[in-house]
């Protein structure tokens, strides 16, 4: 059996949430069937890490994919005219995006279809490409996997799929994202916030996470709390950041926000392990994996009420209106004032972190293949 698989998102030291999913899933599923032959497409030189097993062979197609013009380029000419070559019996692709009329069975992961509902929070030609593409895809895929129950019925709703059509596998978080010790707290709270307990986000800075609501609550907790609470803003600057910025600047308590840019994961275990609480409230996710990953480093949370977080965070989080800076603000003063309630909060968190692991997704993943092959 010979399965060709999209790996243009493994890209070294900038795995996003997609690459992530690919890497977890990918590195135990060729390891699992070695009997399998894996073909993994690259749009760029790749790193030697990710060619998982002596069953992987990698293939560079160009252009690289760095604007949708290229993305139609790349899929619709280059993929295809690699799978007339390969040959295979499953194409996969974990960012979703298909070679329309491609020869072989394929299989599409779908993480959301936030483009649809806020096409705006992209670029233009981003969010124009997305929704002029992603119906044709989710048509032609023989089947669709996607990472939550809300973004199923998502996808049911908008694009009229069949639910017998989409398996839901969970994203999961590294395994390194776990309590630290207090003396690592000390350290990172003295090289991030001089000390102080500090509120933190997680994640890419892009217009759906929601960050100028965030930073204009903590402004407002501030205001009437009296405290030395810091927010930290944790992640690698997408776009949207001049809009970000006017916030920024017209904030009372702005000298008590801190952005790191993007930082290496053993950064990010020590920033979240020592957080005082997580606030992670964008208005559209299609999974929301820091939820997971603070409910492993036992770090309450507040989180958005909306799309999947609730499915996601179970009952470890205070859930709020994102679009409500006062609701965003009353939250913290919860979870600031009330030691119970955080306690609470974390001892849920360990138990519905334990519905997520990568080698559950690893199998899930696996299981759809075979209907798909199956098929």
Known sequence: MKIAVNTRMLLKDRLDGIGRF???TLSRITKAHPEVEFVFLFDRKFSDEFIFSKNVTPMVIPPPTRHPFLYYLWFQISVKLALKKIKP????????LLPLGAQCKQLAVIHDINFKHYPEDL????????????PKYAFAANRIVTVSEYTKKDLM???RTSSDKIDVVYNAADEIFAPITAEEKRETRQKYSKGEDYFVFIGSVSPRKNIGRLMEAFDLFKKENKNNLKLIIAGANFWGQDKLNETLNKLEFKNDIIFTGRVDDNEMRLLL??????TYIPYFEGFGVPLVEAMRA?????????????EIAGGAAVFVNPFQIQEVRDAMVRITADESLRHMLIEKGKIQCQKFSWDKSAADLWKSIEKTLAE
Request: with cysteine; proline share 7%; aromatic share 24%.
């Open 273 to 278: 392990g020592s957080a005082f609480c997580l």
């Open 157 to 159: 709703q908008e694009y």
């Open 298 to 310: 036992h770090v309450p949370i507040i989180s958005s009420s909306l799309t999947s977080m609730p």
């Open 123 to 134: 670029k233009f030609w981003t969010g124009k490409f997305f929704n002029y593409y992603f």
């Open 89 to 96: 019996d499953l194409f996969l692709s974990p960012d979703g």
């Open 22 to 24: 690919a890497y977890h």
